[in-house]
């Protein structure tokens, strides 16, 4: 801190060097670890990208399958280090919903051939700010075929996405697909319905897109659904 005369003081802010911060999170991960080490929960912690190469350097993850790094400050360059990361190749859950994410980062992992992250169930990017053409990208990846459960709600997912997910066949055991409030109209609806994930799809949400009753009419009449159980479309411009 300097002090000026005349009363005014000027605060410089301490900012850690990475051989500090690597310090702290070693002591941070292996408390966290010790109460339960099959869930790491980082949720709402200010965690930025340098914190996420820290995290996948830590060795002593090796029984975490359940990641939480929602509501942080995450951005597209620390996703490939994620995925990548041999220390967090048996990771089953991950959630990254709020953050920073804005699309280069998911299109680089859906066309990466180093992912190490194949275990992968259930992924939740959620309330970013992910681009139609990289959520498209993710859709025609072959690097996640174990997964069962993708939230892609809350990002800029439209016509590209819906009718990448009428093409893809990457996507064996997917059953439930998060998408609400979404760009989606109706000539990309009618391509969507038809392709092979609708026959495997459990749970759909299409909540507070921009279907009218053209939409409906084409989701009701669809020849898939053989494992539908939960349709969710309201908030949507019926009637």
Known sequence: MGIERGGNSEYEEYEPSFEEKTAKWEETLQSLLAEDPSLLKLSGKYIANDDVTIICNYHGLEKVRILDLADNQISD?????LFESENLAQIEELYLGINFLTGQGLTDVARSNQIKMKNLKTLVISDNRLTDASVADFMRSGNFPNLESLDIGWNEVGNETAKAIGETTSF??????????GYIDLEALKEMVLGSLMDQLQELNLTANKL??????VLVSAPK???LKVLKVSQNMFG
């Open 225 to 227: 659904w053989k494992a």
């Open 77 to 81: 360059d620390a996703l490939p280090v």
């Open 172 to 181: 064996p055991g997917l059953k439930k697909l998060e998408m609400e409030r």
């Open 212 to 217: 009218k009753d053209e939409g409906l009419k």
